[in-house]
């Protein structure tokens, strides 16, 4: 969130940023209502002193008493006032988006993202390439038909060789992640309003969320609320930091929107399984970790074989806690085409500062942390495999890295009895 201190001391900054986003929202009218809250806070200090003051001649002073009642009654009118003001300026501070990094590129959506590099060598084939889709079912490891009528259109299951090659997949990401100085987790997979509200899901992604019938509780869409939110309203030293962590959930989102080619098989789904990387870090750290996670997420595409590109993701497909974010994006021999399968987002301050996660400095001073939220794997990362090792016969080539976990070398398409 946007501390009202800046709005104060530098709005032509603010509107700018504003700008960029194509974010409409009055500041002006922020401000007003800052200087409406500022006023009644003096005024409403003052009485309650004069009442202080008032109440300790009570008992010798009549009058003190009488005017002790006046000033009670109009005392928690101000207060009422307060209040109602007080949540009208945190309802419009909670739709402004973030701060943008410096090297931020313009662009309205993923076709003006920047690419930084390539990496890997795609796959070359004599024949023509199937999708995971064609893949899982000749293979008869993805199951998208049972999935409909067990739940509805976007859930499916994982089966046999393909579900082993999954948790393979998930448990080795952990296993290098742990090695790599990450604190494993499994977190709960529902949160409360707040978390979704202090982590920025809420209210900017209020339709992708699966609400829980009379409950304050979602379904999670990522980890991140989960592990983001464990530290909610803390002070964490400063000499513990950077914390490193990592857990393993299903997620859920509800896709508004999505169809067609691009959808097709379990590329958007409803539910799908991630390994997540989160950093809690001091502010002027920030920029190393969100390097440091993004060579996380290349070092593992590289051990499974995955060519992949980087991009520098564009102000209009930033989401708005967003300051600074990285997708990788893998290439899929079956679609033929480089689609993401990872993002990495430097988010500052703004989490801990909706969460109010602060850091005390050696000097005793207090300040909020900063958050990174970055994707290992994915279910995607899954089906990249599938369709960059296929062979003529459907069958596929299970990466080096996972074959102790797996147990087995390739998925073959069932025989016929």
Known sequence: MIDIKLIRENMPLVKAQLARRGCDANVEEIAEL???????TAKTETMRADRNRLSKECKSNPEAREQVKALKVELQELEDKLNEITAAIQER?????????????????????LELRKEGVKPVFDFKPRDHQELGELLDIIDTQRGAKVAQTGFYYWKGKGAQLAQSLFFWAQRELVNRGFTLFM????????????????????????????????????????????????????ADLPLCYTAYT???????????????????????????????????????YHEMCLANE?????????????????????????????DIEAYFAGFDAYREV??????TDFQAGRLNIRCKRADGSRTFVHTISATAVTDRV?????ENNQQADGTVIVPEVLRPFTGFDKIEPPKKK
């Not at 899954?382 to 599938?386: F, G, N, R, S």
């Open 298 to 326: 290349e070092y593992l595409l590289k051990q499974l074989n995955i060519p992949y590109r980087v991009v520098n993701v564009c102000v209009g497909d930033l989401g708005a806690p967003g300051s600074k974010k990285y």
């Open 250 to 288: 299903p997620c859920f989102r509800t896709e508004a929107g999505s169809y067609g080619k691009a959808s097709k098989g379990i590329f958007r789904v409803h539910q799908f399984h991630k390994v997540e990387q989160i950093v809690f870090c001091k502010p002027e750290e920030s920029v190393k």
């Open 93 to 113: 501070l909670s739709w402004l988006p973030n701060l943008l990094a410096d090297d931020v590129p313009d662009g309205k959506d993923d076709n003006d993202n």
């Open 342 to 347: 990872t993002s990495n987002t430097n988010l």
């Open 34 to 40: 800052d200087a409406q809250w500022r006023e009644l």
């Open 382 to 386: 899954l089906i990249a495999i599938l």
């Open 187 to 238: 977190t709960p997979c529902a949160a409360k309003e707040r978390t979704l509200y202090g982590t920025g899901y809420l209210p900017f992604f209020a339709d992708q969320t699966y609400q829980l019938t009379n409950e304050d509780l979602a379904l999670i869409g990522t980890s991140e609320q989960t592990l983001v939110g464990y530290h909610a309203d803390e002070v964490l030293d400063e």
